[in-house]
């Protein structure tokens, strides 16, 4: 009996060790879903990362967890999925470029950027592609250029 229950304390110690290691959000965690933030919230949340709900209230609230603290937003500041992030989100960054020698002309420039749905990086991306691989944590994903945030 004993040894038995040494190899359950064992197992559970193992367990604990796994689920708890590090702020790097698993994919397989169970959240009530994904928050990605709009502008008015970008202060807090990183713009086009998702972040994972871990509380939903009726009065219209999301609480998400950011960097292992807690935030409490309005829901309708933020959009919502249920499914695990696995795309790229593209942010796109407008500002305007400053008449210069030699420029010419000022004129609109929209830069854009991508944010890795698995450790929020913030990658520059040329072109269009169809997957682009973190330089951070190496994972390649697909880039959901459907939207930009
Ligand atoms: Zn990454």
Redesign the pocket.
Known sequence: MQSDDTAELAHNGIYQNVVSCGSVISPMRVTLGWARCADNVADILRRGAWYPIVEESADGHVVVEVRQQRVRLPRRDVTIRTEVPDHWSIVARTGVLRPTLGAGRGSDVVTTYAV??????R?DVAGKPDSVK??????S?PVDWSETC
């Open positions: 890795c749905p698995l450790c929020h990086y990658q973190c330089v951070r944590c190496g994972a994903s």
